[in-house]
């Protein structure tokens, strides 16, 4: 079977939990896009893990985890991450895609430059090098890991880049110029540290295919940040949908059988961009943030303070019919008890029309939350295993957002703890 999970917002929706406990399932755990710009966390037993290229089959020996052909390789943090993994007493079975394309130092500097450049209109990129990445993998410019191991086709190509990016870097940025010799030199470090992990991926997951293994696709951010459906142009640079599992990772369209979109029990975002339902009060918000989830609503790659807000029906419902979903997981349930009430946005105001579809960000712009404002549990609801358990207000709660979305909710969090889930029975 081949299940994906994939989120329904803006990223951060706790999916680096739900990830490990189907991970655990799993005889395969394949990363099909993105790269190391956005984390998820893990905790379990052993230990605590904020994993950004590493998928999250890490930690199972019966695991084999595969970098996709899909994913912005930054070599370097893959062996670092990889390092931290191997401190923690794991040992991962770990393959790489032969046509997984590279994630360069110039990537990451002409990342920063253009945000540099753009100033107060800054995307709020993570400055991990993923738009360039991207548009070079585009342009036909990019460097597969195949082309490490021939010096001939890799000195060619490096010779075809510095021409063009030192163009740009001279006549746009005015920064330092590349240098075909020390790039060469570092490819050559590249190919060193992955060459025990490099593979024909088409190959293996075709094969267990055959063999009815069971095979995860692991999604990083969430529908809104996807580059035809999201809040464009404030979006990633690579598909977020579950539909490009079968791209990235080299899968029958057909074999993806089962779609876990994960929504939060509220909203959370890094990054500039359209968001309907954030919480404007800053002493609110920051109420929020600190209850959220283990370590507070702060980014696991950046740090930096998330925005938050109410759970927002129009785009979660826009998100998981996107992904195509065939079941939902409200995760952080738990990090709502504090409150006497909760709102929920229900629609948008639009220039006084109201609407429950999700617009294009030019009107998207424009939009004003319509908030309807549910009673709270106010009470701690860690611990409880059986949903029946928890308070009236707390399943009136999970049981309002379904409806208004249109798809089962299956599981609900209420803790950080891979343990802390609730199975419906429904």
Known sequence: MVRAIVGANWGDEGKGKITDMFAEQSD????????????????????????????????????????????????NKFINELEQVKKA?????LLVSDRAQILMPYHIKLDEYEE??????????????IAPFFSDKYSKIGIQVNELFDDEVLKAKLKNICTLKNLTLEHVYHKPLL???ELFATCMEYKEKIAPYVCDTHKFISDA??????????????????????IYPMVTSSSTLAGYGAVGAGIPPHKIEDIVVVTKAYSSAVGAGEFVSEILDEDEAQELRIHGGDKGEFGATTGRPRRVG??????????????????????????????EEIKVCVAYDIDGKITKDFPVTHELKKAKPVLKTLKGWHCDIRGIKNYDELPKETR????????????DITMVSNGPEREAIIYRNK
Request: glycine share 14%; aromatic share 8%; proline share 2%.
């Open 116 to 129: 540099e450049r753009l100033g107060k209109n800054a995307f709020g990129s993570t400055k991990s090098g």
């Open 209 to 230: 295919i055959k063999e009815g293994k069971n095979i995860l696709l692991e999604g990083q951010l969430g529908t809104l940040k996807d580059p035809d459906f999201g």
């Open 179 to 181: 240098n075909e010799d």
């Open 28 to 75: 395969i755990v394949i990363r099909f896009q993105g790269g190391a710009n956005a984390g998820h966390t893990i905790i379990n037993e052993h230990g605590r893990f904020a994993l950004h290229l590493m998928p999250s089959g890490v930690c199972y020996e019966h695991t084999t985890c595969i970098i996709g052909n899909g994913v912005a390789l930054d070599i």
């Open 310 to 339: 109410w759970f927002d029906c129009v785009a979660s419902k826009y998100g998981i019919e996107c992904q195509g979903a065939t079941q939902v997981v409200m995760t952080a349930l738990d990090c709502l008890s504090y409150l």
């Open 396 to 407: 009136d709660y999970v049981e309002f957002i379904e409806k208004e979305m249109g798809c």
């Open 89 to 93: 007493g794991l040992n991962p079975k």
